[in-house]
């Protein structure tokens, strides 16, 4: 098989199926994590001139991220939606806008909770504060989704949690 035949097939029939509910649903646990992207590097030595490579390699190779750097931009896609109402207030989640950090960072900033309990801890409206608090004004204050989606890629281009999972998203500041 060759790479744009399996990039098809992958992005068509597999993808769907791994990332089905990604905002509802994101591993936290390091097991969890390693159990769904078997999936993808698994499938990704299907082709026959990468199967030798290593794992990182094929996903440079075929620009496959991993499933978390995904689930990451994903993140960051349904936070613009609320924050900049492209979503029904009344059925989205709340996010709450930090009208006391005006000193450094984008003019979007959300209001950081702190849990006592693992229960809340890993919901999406948590999970994603820190990266959303993160992001370049540039970055949050564009005019449309696919704008931002361009804005973020290019942001997060060199980041080495796209094509390793066990590292972490570097943040950077203003």
């Known amino acids: 098989m060759d790479d744009q035949t399996f990039l098809l097939l992958y992005k068509s029939v597999v993808h769907p199926y791994?990332?089905?509910?990604n905002s509802v649903w994101c591993p936290f646990k390091l097991s969890?994590?390693?159990?769904v992207e078997k999936i993808q590097k698994r499938a990704t030595k299907l082709i026959i001139k990468l199967k030798d490579k290593p794992h990182k390699e094929r996903l440079i190779h075929l620009?496959?991220?991993?499933l978390k750097y995904r689930r990451l931009r994903?993140?960051?896609?349904?936070v613009f939606k609320i924050i900049h109402n492209i979503y029904d207030a009344k059925v989205?989640?709340?996010?709450?806008?930090n009208k006391r950090a005006n000193t450094r960072g984008n003019n979007f900033k959300l209001l950081?909770?702190?849990?006592?309990?693992?229960?809340?801890k890993h919901f999406s409206s948590a999970r994603t504060v820190n990266i959303w608090n993160s992001l370049l004004n540039s970055v949050v204050e564009a005019c449309s989704v696919t704008a931002f989606k361009a804005r973020l890629d290019k942001v997060w281009l060199?980041?080495?949690?796209?094509?390793?999972?066990?590292?972490s998203l570097i943040v950077t500041g203003n």
């Open 18 to 21: 791994i990332e089905f509910a």
């Open 32 to 35: 969890d994590i390693e159990e």
């Open 74 to 78: 994903g993140d960051m896609i349904e």
């Open 92 to 97: 989205s989640p709340q996010l709450i806008l």
């Open 158 to 167: 060199h980041q080495d949690v796209k094509f390793d999972f066990k590292a």
């Open 63 to 66: 620009n496959l991220p991993m």
């Open 112 to 120: 950081n909770h702190t849990f006592h309990y693992d229960i809340r």
